[in-house]
């Protein structure tokens, strides 16, 4: 982890990475597909502890045919967790999609709510998975944490912190708002593919000259 920097020294740093990563990528797109609001939720739900690849390949035929939160509910347990069975923990995540579906349909007329307290309220549903929905299906200035986010985060030194809510509260305060619909999207993509656990590919990172971290000069 990065020396902690002070709060003006972290804005600035967190104004001169996503100015990078938004010249190297103009416009970044999450990599799970989906159809609507709907299909969004229930992608990022079964992507727990899975690859946005391994969801893809099970979800495309599933939305063909359970693209509404009624069709879903209509498919009950056993036959969604045939469908998704190549997704780990496919039974539990089969549960909570039944589950978020009904509630769907019984408390909001078959919609996704456009507020967190709502989406939080769904079966398996937590915080991460709700501020995904709102910045990608209805453009809401939230920030997802995963574990990409979380260690970029971290590393960069921009918004160090020992939990998910921890970093996520620290890159709504230094994350310049002109930034926020997409820096969800930067973090991720960085982490999975440049700043990785491993092994980051630092000599190629378009952050080297500005990042603190210090392994950038062996690693590749």
């Given at each position: 982890?990065?020396?902690?920097?002070?709060?003006?020294?972290?804005?600035?740093?967190?104004?001169?990475?996503?100015?990078?990563?938004?010249?190297?990528?103009?416009?970044?797109?999450?990599?799970?597909?989906?159809?609507?609001?709907?299909?969004?939720?229930?992608?990022?739900?079964?992507?727990?502890?899975?690859?946005?690849?391994?969801?893809?390949?099970?979800?495309?035929?599933?939305?063909?045919v359970?693209?509404?939160?009624?069709?879903?509910?209509?498919?009950?347990?056993?036959?969604?967790?045939?469908?998704?069975?190549?997704?780990?923990l496919?039974r539990?995540?089969?549960?909570?999609?039944?589950?978020?579906?009904?509630?769907?349909?019984?408390?909001?007329?078959?919609?996704?709510?456009?507020?967190?307290?709502?989406?939080e309220?769904?079966?398996?549903?937590?915080?991460?998975?709700?501020?995904?929905?709102?910045?990608?299906?209805?453009?809401?200035?939230?920030?997802?944490?995963?574990?990409?986010?979380?260690?970029?985060?971290?590393?960069?030194?921009?918004?160090?912190?020992?939990?998910?809510?921890?970093?996520?509260?620290?890159?709504?305060?230094?994350?310049?708002?002109?930034?926020?619909?997409h820096?969800?999207?930067?973090?991720?993509?960085?982490?999975?593919?440049?700043?990785?656990?491993?092994?980051?590919?630092?000599?190629?990172?378009?952050?080297?000259?500005?990042?603190?971290?210090?392994?950038?000069?062996?690693?590749?």
């Open positions: 982890m990065a020396a902690r920097l002070s709060l003006s020294k972290r804005k600035a740093l967190a104004e001169a990475v996503f100015e990078r990563l938004a010249a190297a990528n103009p416009t970044p797109k999450g990599e799970l597909e989906s159809v609507n609001p709907f299909t969004l939720l229930v992608a990022v739900v079964l992507s727990a502890q899975a690859t946005d690849s391994g969801v893809n390949r099970a979800t495309k035929p599933l939305f063909a359970a693209d509404t939160p009624a069709r879903m509910a209509a498919l009950g347990e056993e036959g969604l967790a045939e469908r998704i069975r190549t997704i780990g496919y539990s995540k089969a549960r909570h999609v039944i589950a978020l579906s009904k509630a769907l349909v019984e408390q909001h007329g078959g919609e996704v709510p456009r507020d967190r307290a709502a989406l309220a769904l079966p398996g549903v937590g915080r991460k998975t709700a501020n995904v929905v709102l910045n990608i299906a209805f453009g809401e200035h939230t920030l997802a944490v995963d574990t990409h986010v979380f260690r970029v985060a971290n590393r960069l030194g921009i918004a160090p912190g020992k939990t998910p809510r921890e970093v996520e509260d620290g890159l709504m305060t230094v994350v310049p708002d002109r930034f926020l619909p820096a969800h999207h930067w973090l991720i993509l960085h982490g999975r593919y440049v700043c990785k656990a491993r092994k980051p590919a630092c000599p190629v990172c378009v952050l080297k000259a500005i990042c603190p971290f210090e392994p950038k000069a062996e690693a590749g």
